[in-house]
């Protein structure tokens, strides 16, 4: 017996344990005392993420398919639900467990009075997003969507004596809710196209051909799925539901639940949509784009307008998710992997950076800006978490960000769309920017507090009870331990080479379906050795952290323009983009069906540009 | 925005969305046109390898059951969120902070105003004769659910109408003793447990996640199926819990008024 058929009966265990640990917490509610339901829930996350190590670990060589209830498929049709184990869906899952295990770890502390229901929730959550990474069924994929919804929502409203925390969990809902409505019409369309609900049986069936309703299905799909990643015009939810969320909350939906979304749309186009988009990548790739090009801008420029820190970060992962969306867009499997690792990096730092505003609410009192000018001076320490926390939002060397950026220049090249690393170091240098004009404001005190007059204050309710003048380990040590894992992972040897084959492995559509369909065991696919020269990468991100150092001094000193001084142009467009973030849901929704709908029509008179 | 903008502005969007949908639609196969392989080889095989004959359930809840385990997570988790949204606030739980506008006590208030009127005799007898054969119904719906439409979910439903059924009848004190949370959240956690305990029960005799191991029984009876109907009870365990929950989280406020009400009569 080979060693994952050994580990392939464990393949159940990061769902199962999750929902079965949250039904004993929920039946056993009113009895368990808190630290027992602390300790079931960190045992139960420990469980997931070792036997996930072991699955990534069994796959090294080999991707393998588990099929629930045993039932195999019958001559190239699916009657059951499977899992596609491979390297990259291992190593998602493992990112969204360590991101679970450091949300439960900071909340050991954080939340003075909570019954077992925050714990609860954080489980069916994680069993969701590791189903939704694992499985190979596109409906079953709408589930663990729709699974993650439920839980989250809940979790974004959890401080609910405040009707900001409903309204944020409310705009969540409704456009999330519409999103997933998308993702099942899409769904239905394939279905009554090809009968089929497994991915690999619904690419084969369709093969090369593409007509209008498979061309409608996808943009159903990715309009869905994006919906959640919070691209534009689907992003609006976002800052309103981070500002609310408590910082637990806010480690999840930033570090990994948004990125689903795009993962999600690779995992549907490799596995379905590579046949029917062979003869319009031209025209995919130039909405996508476009698309990921604005989400990013407008993130990054939302994100230094800021000064309630939930919401600066919650801006800036927007902007990063657009840096997600170009890399995908290139639908190589060079950018696809320099995709995934930039996730890993972006994960760890975008979490550690939300402990620290954690920690600053749970010191202070308070997440705005202004009003912490200087008043974390004697706390240096937790600072650093800024400082790293920045140099890894701008991509500097050696952070896992960096060779996710590596990588997808080197495929941007090959395209000849050499503007990429532009945008990767015009995101990089204004969100870290603004993260570095915290860290001086708050923890340096320099700057005035009325420089920076954009955006009124938002009052955030304090998350723990009493005023506090330590700041426990277990809220510091997670945060040191993600800024330098994502430091360090980069020294790891072959990691680079692992991503790679992870992502060939995952975009080879033909190996993928004989896999799923005829059982067949095929070896991992590899990429083609070749080295790459790393200069354009090294300069797009030395220019993005000078760049966000100069802009972070500049705005903290007393040469940056007061309000009056502004010039009106600029005035207009800020206001302007600030009025479009109004909160209120009926804008939301009408942007989305706009989005949809534009999407649609762009890509229908692309491909008929490009020949249909 | 303001809303006159919003409504024209949304009303031009629906309208290219809808061009789009209906230029995706034009290509579907048409009505009745059925292409694929799923439906036509379920349909032959399903009553011969579970003896289900039910196909809707055997499909629900053996060749596709992964898929049901994330359903009915979906209804558990949603039942969680909504108590844990409309769990009583730090401000009406304290009634000695001072505060003038305690809300509880305004509500109390409000209620002596307008107090509705007593359930009648007819109300009272007619649903409180129903609750017997609605407990026996629903069990029936959740064991049948391999021999004819039903199953977990539906009958789960109707299992949680007779504590209504008492609230609407008036008698709110056995309510309150019969949705006692211990007990309707150790039900609800139960039914789910249940499900993935069925699920893991594969792998210790060697099969898959949710493999169906147990004897199939005759074809047609009520014991058939094997663990079909092990996840169908279990379904309707965490349904009717998690309907009951919500059904209390959704009264409790107002039960806490009624109940001083009465008590100060």
């Known amino acids: 017996m080979s060693l994952s058929s050994i580990v392939a009966h464990i393949t159940a265990l990061p769902v199962a344990t999750p929902l079965g640990t949250a039904a004993v917490l929920a039946a056993l509610n009113k009895f368990l005392p808190r630290r027992m339901a602390d300790t079931l829930a960190i045992l139960a996350t420990l469980v997931t993420l070792f036997t996930e190590t072991l699955l990534l670990y069994s796959v090294r060589s080999q991707p393998f398919v588990y099929w629930y209830g045993g039932w195999a498929p019958r001559s190239g049709a699916a009657l059951g639900i499977c899992f596609v184990i491979d390297p990259l869906s291992c190593a998602l899952a493992m990112l969204i467990s360590v991101l679970v295990l450091v949300a439960f770890v900071f909340s050991l502390r954080y939340f003075d009075s909570i019954g077992t229901m925050f714990h609860v929730l954080v489980l069916g959550f994680l069993a969701a997003m590791s189903g939704f990474a694992f499985t190979g069924d596109l409906f079953n994929l709408f589930v663990f969507f729709e699974l993650m919804s439920a839980s989250a929502f809940a979790l974004c409203g959890y401080k609910n004596e405040e009707t900001t925390a409903q309204q944020g969990a409310l705009n969540f809902a409704i456009t999330n809710t519409i999103g997933a409505f998308l993702v099942l019409c899409g769904i239905a369309m394939l279905y009554s196209r090809t009968g089929a609900l497994n991915m690999a049986q619904i690419g084969r069936a369709l093969g090369q051909q593409s007509d209008a309703t498979v061309i409608t299905a996808f943009v159903f799909l990715l309009v869905g799925f994006y919906v959640k990643a919070a691209i534009f015009p689907f992003h609006f939810w976002l800052a309103d539901a981070h500002a609310v969320a408590p910082t637990p909350v806010c480690i999840l939906l930033s570090g990994i639940m948004v990125q689903l979304g795009v993962y999600a749309v690779a995992r549907v186009y490799w596995a379905i949509m590579a046949g029917p988009f062979a003869a319009h990548r031209g025209a995919l790739m130039s909405l996508l784009l476009v698309i990921g090009t604005i989400t990013s801008l407008l993130g990054a420029i939302m994100c230094f307008g800021q000064r309630h820190l939930k919401r600066l970060l919650a801006f800036s992962t927007i902007s990063h998710t657009g840096l997600l969306v170009i ?237 009056d001084v502004i010039v009106r142009p600029f005035k207009l467009v800020m206001g302007g983009l600030r009025s479009l973030h109004s909160g209120h849901v009926g804008d939301y929704v009408a942007f989305l069906t706009l989005g949809a709908a534009a999407i649609g029509i762009v890509l229908g008179l692309l491909i008929r540009r490009f020949g249909m | 925005m303001n809303p006159r903008f919003r409504r024209y502005f949304f009303l031009i969007s629906v309208v290219a969305f809808f061009g789009v949908f209906a230029w995706g639609l034009h290509d579907l196969p048409p009505f009745g046109h059925y292409r694929g392989p799923y439906g036509d080889i379920l349909n032959h095989v399903a009553v011969y390898e579970r003896h289900a004959t039910d196909v809707v359930t055997a499909v629900n809840f053996d060749y596709r059951g992964f898929d049901t385990l994330g359903e009915e997570s979906i209804l558990f988790m949603s039942v969680i969120g909504t108590s844990l949204l409309l769990r009583p606030q730090k401000k009406e739980t304290d009634n000695n902070d001072g505060k003038a506008d305690n809300s509880l006590q305004r509500d109390l208030d409000e209620s002596e105003r307008r107090r509705a009127p007593a359930a009648s005799d007819a109300a009272r007898v007619l649903t409180l004769a129903l609750v017997g054969p609605l407990i026996v119904f629903g069990w029936y719906i959740v064991t049948h659910g391999q021999l004819t439409p039903g199953g977990g979910f539906q009958g789960g439903v109707i299992l949680a109408t007779p504590p209504l059924l008492v609230y609407l009848a008036g008698d709110l004190k056995t309510f309150k003793r019969i949705t006692r949370q211990e007990w309707v959240e150790a039900i609800e956690g139960a039914g789910i447990f249940g499900f993935v305990l069925v699920g893991l029960l594969g792998l210790f005799v060697g099969g898959a996640f949710l493999q169906n191991l147990l004897p199939l029984g005759q074809t047609g009876s009520v014991i058939s199926a094997g663990t079909v109907a092990l996840l169908n009870i279990a379904t309707g365990l965490a349904v009717s819990g998690g309907f009951v929950q919500l059904i209390y989280v959704f009264l409790e406020q107002t039960l806490e008024v009624k109940l001083r009400v009465q008590g100060g009569k």
């Open chain 1, 327 to 563: 890399g995908f867009a290139l639908l190589d499997p060079h950018a696809l992997s320099g995709v995934a690792l930039y996730v890993a990096g972006h994960g760890l730092v975008k979490a550690s950076l939300f402990i620290g505003a954690g920690i600053l609410l749970h010191r202070y009192g308070s997440v705005d800006e202004l009003e912490l000018r200087g008043r974390a001076q004697r706390h240096h320490f937790s600072g650093i978490v800024f400082l790293l926390g920045a140099l890894g939002l701008a991509g500097v060397p050696p952070n896992l960000t960096f060779l996710g950026e590596h990588a997808i220049d080197h495929a941007a090249t090959l395209v000849h769309q050499d503007w990429i690393p532009v945008i990767f170091a015009f995101s990089g240098a204004i969100t870290s920017a603004a993260v570095l004009r915290v860290y001086g404001r708050v923890y340096l005190g320099w700057g005035d507090r009325e420089s920076l007059r954009t955006g009124k204050q938002i009052p955030e309710e304090r998350e723990t009870a009493g005023p506090h003048h330590r700041i426990p380990a277990v809220m510091i040590l997670p945060a040191f331990l993600m800024v330098i894992a994502a430091l360090g992972l980069t020294l790891t040897p072959k990691l680079r080479r692992a991503a790679e084959t992870g992502a060939f492995t995952m975009a080879d559509t033909a190996a993928y379906q004989s896999r799923v369909l005829d059982g067949a065991h095929l070896p991992n696919t590899f990429a083609p050795p070749g080295q790459t020269a790393l200069t354009p990468t090294l300069i797009s991100t030395s220019c993005a952290i000078v760049f966000g150092l100069l802009l972070a001094a500049w705005s903290l000193s007393p040469l940056w323009p007061k309000q």
